[in-house]
């Protein structure tokens, strides 16, 4: 399985920004779609976005489109997601995953392996 670390979580201003970033091992990285996912206080985890192994396809749930962007560097076997504009609503532990295909799926049972989280608060 692919072992994954996230970063760049933080408290933040209503409309302010953060880019998180999804450290993987293993050299089998670019095979793996990456997912992230977030879990607010008493509601269950939701697909934030998804991004394809080669060919960067991605895909978004609606609340974060045009305001959020995923992203990947292979070479670096890092996956990103880039949050602008964020909104109370964005706070959650955000959690990196990679699936067992290389598509970019919405689906969470796809995801075989998963990161710790990293807190995102968005203070009104």
């Known amino acids: 399985q692919v072992q994954l670390v996230e970063s760049g979580g933080g408290l933040v201003q209503a409309g302010g920004s953060l880019r998180l970033s999804c450290a993987a091992s293993?050299?089998?990285?670019?095979?793996?779609?990456m997912g992230w996912f977030r879990q607010a206080p008493g509601k269950e985890r939701e697909f934030v976005a998804a991004?394809?192994?080669?060919?960067?396809?991605?895909k978004y749930v609606d609340s974060v489109k045009g305001r959020f962007t995923i992203s990947r560097d292979n070479a670096m076997n890092t996956a990103y997601l880039q949050m602008n504009s964020l909104k109370p609503e964005d706070t959650a532990v955000y959690y990196c995953?990679?699936?067992?295909?290389?598509?970019?799926?919405?689906?969470?049972?796809?995801?075989?392996?998963w990161g710790q989280g990293t807190q995102v608060t968005v203070s009104s």
């Open positions: 293993g050299r089998t990285f670019s095979s793996h779609g």
């Open positions: 991004i394809s192994g080669r060919l960067g396809v991605t």
């Open positions: 995953a990679a699936s067992r295909t290389s598509l970019a799926s919405t689906s969470e049972s796809d995801f075989t392996s």
